[in-house]
């Protein structure tokens, strides 16, 4: 399910200041014009108040463009008449006709502003990084079950309330929200923090794997989480093998500096999925009764991939704001998410 995105005090009093700008280059224009002109006047509107012509992502920010724009349409009410009586001159007429056009307009000009700030083109179309951590859910294809497809999980709640924990809890520059990414793609080398889940049912071609290969080698850091029991296991053991034909499978000991990045993790727990957690039974599935941590190491004894079995943190991160759901199971898992990213930028 989406989820609505609030931006800061400061964000917002910025928003308002620039629908202030658009609105009055729009004010100025639109009554001097034909309808038909409205994709000219859009364009050099935008023209005039867009640092870099704007992004991909606008959609974003419409609804902070629409409350931004509140107080001007207010303006225009008085001003011209929304809904009242036009004044009698062709002038105030042309304002009333086209103000529902200024606003549908200017909210898309403010959401294209929004977007700018936060990103810029790469080479291959993706968002490249202004901030200095991006939370990359690795999106590998692969079969649908009952609630999506298997990499969108959690997607996109759990991402974003563990981005707000985060930034509250530390001083890490994170991009606030949603950043999901194909793994073949080029662009993936820019952004070092990678998240996959429900990997019970990884395929991997060639042309992936060696993605991933080049990828983790290169300085990228895989968090595997939500998968269980035997059965799965095998399989995701398997792919890993076509990634690092040569690599152990290794246990990562809770002396590991990845347990201690930030926070001070002493015992490795078991987080069980909403259902299991709100109704207090079982906290395995399959026959994932012991939770355990794994990793893939390079050469150097840096952590590459750190593998998260019979648990599921990302459950732990959504469901945080559920009533029935224990608190220790989201605690240990913002803990746990948030040592990862600091590990990550650390290591």
């Known amino acids: 399910m989406g989820s609505t995105r609030i931006a800061g005090t400061d964000e917002n009093a910025a928003f308002k200041a620039r629908a202030g700008e658009v609105f009055m ?6 009554p001097k014009a034909a309808v038909m002109n409205w994709p000219r006047i859009l364009t050099r509107t935008a023209a005039s108040v867009l640092p870099d012509g704007g992004g991909v992502l606008w959609w974003r920010s419409l609804p902070l463009a629409i409350d931004a724009l509140t107080c001007e349409a207010e303006h225009l009410h008085r001003y011209g008449g929304l809904i009242g009586v036009a004044r009698r001159t062709r002038e ?6 086209m103000a529902p ?22 080479s291959d179309g993706v968002a490249a990084p202004v901030h200095e951590f991006y939370f990359t859910r690795g999106n590998y294809g692969g079969e649908s079950g009952e609630f999506g497809p298997r990499w969108a999980v959690d997607f996109p709640k759990a991402d974003e309330q563990f981005l707000v924990a985060l930034k509250r809890l530390s001083v890490v520059d994170a991009y606030p929200h949603d950043h999901a990414l194909e793994i073949d ?12 889940l429900e990997v019970g049912s990884l395929d991997l071609d060639a042309r ?10 290169a300085g990228g850091f895989l968090v595997i989480d939500d998968f269980w029991g035997s059965f799965e296991w095998n399989v995701f053991e398997a792919q890993m093998r076509r ?11 809770v002396d590991h500096p990845v347990f201690h990045a930030f926070y001070d993790i002493r015992e490795v727990i078991q987080v069980p999925n909403v259902y299991q957690g709100a109704t207090g039974g079982a906290t395995h599935e399959n026959d994932g009764y012991t939770p355990q941590v794994r990793g893939v190491f390079d050469d150097s004894g840096r952590l590459m991939v750190l593998i998260n079995w019979n648990t599921d943190l990302g459950d732990g991160w959504e469901w945080a704001d559920h009533p029935q759901y224990p608190l220790r199971f989201s605690t240990y898992s913002y803990e746990m998410g948030i040592n990862f990213v600091i590990y990550a930028m650390s290591y």
């Open 92 to 97: 105030g007429f042309l304002r009333s006709l």
């Open 25 to 30: 280059n729009m004010q100025e224009l639109l």
């Open 243 to 253: 990634i690092f034909p040569g690599r152990p499978i290794e246990p990562v000991a």
């Open 101 to 122: 056009v200024t606003l549908v307009l200017a909210m898309v000009v403010l959401a294209l502003t929004a977007c700018a700030a936060d990103v810029r083109a790469a």
């Open 208 to 217: 992936r794997a060696a993605r991933l290969r080049d990828y983790l080698l």
């Open 185 to 196: 793609r080029p662009s993936l080398r820019e952004f070092p923090f990678l998240y996959m």
